[in-house]
């Protein structure tokens, strides 16, 4: 949904330019978009179809509880200088029927770009199963 090439490509919707901004000393042109409902759904059926190990019926979980979710909100930062991204914040809002629902957003600052980097992985004792 995004290109990275320096502009927002959106599938079913359009960009608003939010202006300019300073990230981490660095320039940034943003955009906000927001991501129907439908074309997120869209989206997530194709991934799912092209996935094997994914039971029909587990696709059909999957797809039925995006049913509640209210279309995404995403602002995304730009350096335009070299094309890539800055900064992007999500913000989402599920209903779980009578049970109330989640609404929150992330942010996401992109630094470093081209640097090393050394990940070690945590001890087991540190870990916990993926629930699944």
Known sequence: MIDGTGGVGVVGNR??????????????????VTIPTSVLKAEVAKELNS???????????????LDTLSPINMQVWFDPARNLMS??????????????????????????????????APPASDTAPFPG
Do not use: C
Request: proline share 1%.
């Open 15 to 32: 960009a608003v330019g939010l202006g300019t901004t300073t990230i981490h000393g660095v320039a940034a042109k943003g955009y906000s």
């Open 51 to 65: 996935d094997q190990s994914i039971s029909a019926s587990d696709r059909a979980r999957i797809l039925s509880g």
């Open 87 to 120: 900064r992007m914040k999500v913000n989402v809002s599920l209903s779980v029927g009578s049970a109330g629902g989640f609404s929150g957003g992330m942010t996401f600052d992109f630094t470093q770009y081209g640097e090393p980097l050394s990940i070690k």
